[in-house]
């Protein structure tokens, strides 16, 4: 019998150059409702725009500090094309906030805690160099590494949501949401690959999804809640645990299912985000998205 410890298996065919896209969206024919009749559905999804900005404006700063433990050129390769992709997709998801704003929406209230969360409590720290500092940024690689676990899962689930279509979801918000799906499945192994390589710690990496799961579920349900309360078009707006589980049921949402089976995945010491996913369907898409292609859909 090997003595062999278990190590994540990379699928090679899955690696592609990385490259930041420029991308355009019109967002003036765009409804409140852009999913006809499930406000709930629509609103769950458009908590990405509330947290998308300051979240992946933090990865940057983060990745831009942790570039210099990178010794392998390849993965420097895609670290700075993933980078570029992250610096845009915060942008894109900026440009809905103005518009969710003029149809009476104001995000400003919880994109100002948001922030607060990435800036101040995931922000840098005055630490002593050495073993402190650095421990810092292992932890936020780490966090990153987990959250992009998620961020790949969604863009593989919206790539693939058809019920979307069939429910008449306006055409721009599921271009974006299909690009921005499209790159986090082209880059999903990049985050993994450099907290391999700076770290690696299946303790750390534990943990640190442990963090990260509870922090996106808490973010999450209260933005969801945020929107559902102030929507100027809803009575007593609620949002619950049943609208989800039965939107996922639907097909408008992930499923409970598929996301609770996502967590042993990660959790597996032979786990690597390449196995899951597929970059053809992510590159097939973003070749045709109008949005990433000097088209703007209205």
Do not use: C
Request: no cysteine; net charge negative; hydrophobic share 45%.
């Amino acid at each position: 019998m090997s003595n062999t410890p278990l190590a994540p298996v990379p699928v090679a065919s899955e690696h592609v150059d990385l490259r930041p896209r420029n991308v355009s969206f019109g967002w003036e024919d765009t409804p409140l409702h852009w999913l006809p009749k499930d406000p709930f559905a629509g609103h769950m999804i458009n908590v990405l725009h509330l947290l998308l900005p300051a979240g992946e404006r933090w990865f940057v700063h983060v990745y831009k500090q942790v570039l210099p433990y990178v010794e392998d050129e390849q993965l420097r390769a895609d670290v700075v094309g993933f980078i570029g992709q992250e610096a845009m997709h915060a942008a894109a998801h900026d440009d809905v906030l103005p518009h969710l704003k003029r149809l009476g929406l104001d995000p400003t209230p919880y994109t100002a805690q948001v922030d607060w969360l990435f800036e101040k409590l995931l922000g840098d720290r005055t630490l002593p160099p050495g073993r402190a500092s650095r421990w810092w940024l292992m932890e936020r690689v780490a966090l990153i590494a987990a959250i992009e676990h998620y961020t790949a899962f969604l863009g593989d689930w919206v790539l693939n949501a058809d019920e979307l279509d069939r429910r008449g979801a306006d055409p721009t918000m599921l271009d974006l949401l299909r690009w921005h799906g499209a790159e986090e499945v082209e880059h999903r192994s990049v985050a993994f690959d450099l907290f391999m390589h700076v770290d690696g710690g299946y303790r750390r990496r534990a943990r640190t999804w442990a963090t990260a799961f509870s922090a996106l579920v808490f973010l999450w349900q209260r933005g969801v809640r945020f929107f559902m309360e102030n929507d100027p078009s809803l009575v007593d707006g609620k949002a619950s645990l049943g609208q989800f589980l039965r939107a996922g049921q639907q097909g408008v949402l992930p499923s409970a299912g598929a996301m609770l089976q996502s967590i042993p995945t990660y959790l597996s010491r032979t786990y690597h985000p390449s196995q899951e996913g597929s970059t053809a369907q992510a590159v097939a898409y973003l070749a045709s998205s109008p949005g990433a292609n000097g088209g703007v859909r209205g």
